[in-house]
């Protein structure tokens, strides 16, 4: 049961004890650098926004004619979206609070709210793990990747120009961030955590073992912390027109064509049906778009 990692010395032994071990690895490696990669995480978009401010043109007030949202697919993100800041508020207070709020509030004081938000990191966890799972099979088929995104991504999604890149429903930014921050470190985290949390039998039995998948959460925590900061940021202040859309379900048709132009065009021909729900009152139809710029 005994964990002793490589890179653990501290004066007067090359070897120590497991709790040391992890104490050292715990504060010296997963602490520092996860603390510094949510950082710079924040550090870029606040520079993000002094250099482009709010991207695009459309603000998306105009007639909701396309539901970009089923009621069912915002009522998953948004299920998974609460749990989430609950985990990560917790996780951040329990990971770090002894650096930023410990000093302000007290050890008496800081040791009854770790208490508190631990028992609301255990309760909130089963909860993402399963609006995660929902969210994942939801979305999976529109972000697949396909060879338009390719010239999305030689031209850094008009990141370095004026013009937004055409895209389908969701561009390969929005792709990442479904692949690399939450399918697979948002598995990892809920597997782990329900390791960690003893909700799986056989697993997590000895210090060691429960070591090893405390730093798989701790790492798979932080990078899905770091991307989904991201998310937040273009969801919110970052894209014109980007929180209503997940808020009511509906955009108008400059945005969609701003912003996904190849998805709008599936619309327009249709393809790709303009309402997906069963709502009993359905908006008019887009038209094809003329003189619009992509």
Not at 161 to 179: D, I, L, T
Not at 244 to 273: C, F, N, Q, R, S
Request: cysteine-free; proline content about 5%; glycine content about 10%.
């Amino acid at each position: 049961g005994n964990l002793i990692q490589p890179m653990v010395q501290y004066p007067g032994s090359r070897l120590t004890s497991a709790g040391e071990a992890w104490r050292q690895v715990r504060n010296n490696w997963l602490i520092p650098y996860g603390g510094s990669l949510l950082l710079i995480a924040l550090v870029a978009l606040i520079l993000l926004y002094v250099a482009k401010g709010k991207m695009g043109h459309a603000d998306n007030n105009g007639a909701p004619v396309i539901e970009r949202f089923t009621p069912f697919e915002r009522a998953a993100h948004w299920v998974n979206a609460g749990a989430f800041v609950a985990l990560a508020l917790s996780g951040i207070v329990m990971a770090f609070g002894k650096f930023f709020l410990q000093p302000v509030i007290g050890l008496h004081l800081f040791g009854w709210l770790a208490y508190l938000l631990k028992n609301v990191h255990n309760f909130a966890g089963p909860l993402f793990a399963v609006s995660l799972v929902i969210v994942l099979i939801t979305f999976m088929k529109d972000n697949i990747a396909n060879l338009s995104d390719l010239l999305w991504l030689k031209n850094a999604g008009g990141m370095l120009g004026k013009e937004q890149v055409p895209s389908h429903r969701f561009n390969p930014a929005e792709k990442g961030m479904y692949w690399w921050g939450m399918f697979f470190p948002g598995l990892i985290a809920v597997a782990s955590g329900l390791v960690l949390d003893k909700l799986i039998p056989g697993f997590g039995d000895t210090r060691g073992q429960m070591q090893i998948v405390h730093m798989a959460h701790l790492t798979a925590t932080a990078i899905m912390m770091a991307m989904l900061f991201g998310h937040i940021y273009m969801g919110t202040v970052g894209v014109r027109g980007a929180y209503k859309a997940m808020k009511t379900g509906w955009v108008d048709e400059e945005w969609a064509v701003e912003h996904h132009k190849l998805w709008y065009d599936d619309i327009a021909a249709g393809k790709i049906p303009a309402q997906r729900s069963g709502q009993a009152q359905e908006p008019a139809p887009p038209q094809a778009a003329v003189g619009h710029s992509a």
